[in-house]
């Protein structure tokens, strides 16, 4: 998973790395957080996109699968998540790839990059907030997927 920036409280910080742990169990994951850009507030939203899209676009291996979460995605139940990423697993992609860019949503390039949009609610949540709620919902999946007693219908 690629985030733009980094976590900077404490506490969502360690509820992340309690889900990342767990994940870790079911198959090899990484958060990869990019630096913040420089000099941010001197850029536009356009500028700011492109630079962080530049970023993300770098982190991707050929015949990765990228998948944003973005805003304007998609919305599922947490089976249907999970639904998803067993088909995307038993289709032997190589790597999927999921993405909570910046503040203003990705650049042009990144978009066109994109196989598909998830958006995890029609609420608005902090970047910092989307990790801990995906990166959770990535595990319930997981548990989803192998029957186990996680999730409750």
């Known amino acids: 998973m690629i985030v733009a920036g980094k976590t900077d409280t404490e506490y969502l ?10 994940l870790k ?10 630096p913040d850009i420089k000099n941010a507030g001197k850029l536009s939203e356009s ?3 492109d630079k962080e899209g530049e970023k993300i676009l770098a ?3 050929s015949g990765d699968e990228l998948i944003l979460l973005d ?21 032997g992609n190589r790597c999927v790839m999921f993405v ?25 949540f902090t970047h910092q907030m989307v990790r801990l709620i995906f990166v959770e ?7 989803i997927i192998k029957g186990e007693s996680y999730h409750h219908k």
């Open 59 to 61: 982190r991707l291996n």
């Open 13 to 22: 910080r360690e509820a992340v790395s309690v889900y990342e742990n767990r």
């Open 100 to 124: 909570a860019g910046g503040a203003y949503g990705f650049s042009g390039e990144v978009y066109a990059k994109a196989s598909s949009m998830i958006a995890l609610s029609r609420m608005t």
């Open 71 to 91: 805003e304007k995605g998609e919305t599922y139940s947490s089976p249907e998540f999970a639904s998803l990423l067993s088909k995307k697993i038993n289709a």
């Open 137 to 143: 919902q990535l595990y319930r999946a997981f548990t």
């Open 47 to 49: 500028q700011l996109k």
């Open 25 to 34: 169990h079911y198959t090899p994951f990484e958060l990869i957080c990019l």
